[in-house]
């Protein structure tokens, strides 16, 4: 079986696991700050602040961007639920946009339409690792006086006109999920150029405490931490970071090598007529953390017989990105809610196997099957 996808991890980055368990300090400390310091470097932003995951991320990133109860914030249905769940912690509202059909991404046009006066704030995810217009939702943001929040939990060593993603604005969530480019096994992390939100998100993940554990084990005189408001345990422990550490010195070679994979599925698919396949815009560099192949209607196979036929043949693949609004979750809240053209780009779509290394010969497999079983 060809997998849709596998953290790419070898000894060096077991290694950096190991050291840090037989330093006896496991928890967050010193590879955490120096994960988070080389993670701003190579984003460019001013600051990044390590968390449990992306999605406790996000949490942390509505609270200090001011997002309380009865607000709004628009963000696409097609993505993963964390997405619309973490605008929920808070007590807001998730107000669904439409995505433009060839890159997935929030729609612009469509997410003017949907801004009222209850609209704090836009969450702009980089969907599979393919950036979003970051300056159109800028300026959009900036018309209507109102927060821009990117999840980029896939977008990891992605650019965007000529910027690394994470350096354009105030608020970046990224993910190390093992799907993601580069993996901690789970783990996430938020880079802001402001520093009191940089601030604010560290006590918050660390329970409001006022001293943090490095503090306490370097002093020279007793310290007696406070706890100043009730907060949260959405701490990196250091053994992640090590290997966190190791995996950021990997990802420009990781993206590069992902980015000779998708250039060959571009090349050797493009003569399919019955599939639509992702484009890349001038001056967006994806990582292409998923390759997503849309299904037109008169293709020989409907999505899921085609997903069913390449299993069959040893080639896993999965659905397209899904849609919060339709998941049970959201029924009730989404109650009349539509979105076609989120809708067929979800149900005719599939993310096919894209990892490193993939061998020449699993990717010659994948696009032989493709071609037999869509020219049939």
């Not at 590069?256 to 639509?276: H, M, N, S, V």
């Amino acid at each position: 079986m060809i997998p849709i996808a596998k953290p790419y991890l070898n000894q060096e980055d077991a290694q950096a696991a190991y050291d840090v368990i037989m330093s006896g300090w496991i928890t967050q400390g010193p590879r955490v700050q120096e994960f988070e310091e080389k993670f701003a470097a190579y984003t460019g932003a001013k600051h990044a602040v390590a968390v449990s995951n992306c999605t406790t991320g996000l949490h942390l990133a509505m609270i200090v961007a001011g997002i309380g109860s009865g607000d709004e914030v628009i963000c696409p249905s097609m993505s993963y639920i964390a997405t619309a769940n973490s605008i929920m912690y808070v007590g807001a509202k998730p107000v669904f946009a439409e995505v433009h059909p060839e890159t997935y991404n929030l729609d612009v046009a469509d997410a003017e339409q949907r801004i009222t006066s209850k609209t704090k704030a836009i969450l702009l995810v980089h969907q599979i690792g393919m950036p979003a217009d970051i300056d159109a939702f800028r300026a959009l943001c900036d018309k209507h006086n109102l927060v821009l929040i990117e999840d980029a939990a896939c977008a990891a060593g992605s650019s965007y006109k000529g910027k690394k993603i994470g350096s354009h604005s105030d608020l970046v969530c990224f993910s190390f999920h093992p799907r993601k480019v580069i993996s901690t096994g789970d783990g996430g992390m938020v880079t802001t150029n402001n520093e009191a939100f940089s601030e604010r998100m560290k006590l918050l993940r660390q329970h409001g405490m006022s001293v943090n554990a490095g503090a306490r084990h370097g002093a020279t005189k007793i310290i007696f931490e406070d706890h100043l408001e009730v907060a949260y345990n959405y701490r990196m422990t250091d053994i992640q970071a090590a290997v966190g550490i190791k995996q950021l010195e990997k990802l420009d070679w990781i993206v590069e090598e992902r980015r000779t994979i998708a250039k060959r599925y571009l090349t050797e698919l493009a003569d399919i007529a019955c599939i639509r396949l992702p484009k890349e815009e001038s001056g967006y560099f994806t990582n292409w953390q998923s390759f997503s192949i849309y299904i037109k209607p008169e293709a020989p196979l409907s999505r899921n017989e085609l997903m069913q036929a390449l299993l069959d043949n040893g080639v896993a693949s999965r659905r397209g990105v899904m849609t919060s609004h339709r998941e049970t979750a959201y029924k009730d809240y989404c109650k009349g809610l539509s979105l076609p053209q989120t809708e067929d780009a979800c149900d005719r779509s599939i993310i096919i196997p894209l990892f490193v290394p993939m061998s020449s010969e699993d990717i010659t497999a994948v696009i032989q099957m493709l071609r037999s079983l869509l020219f049939s």
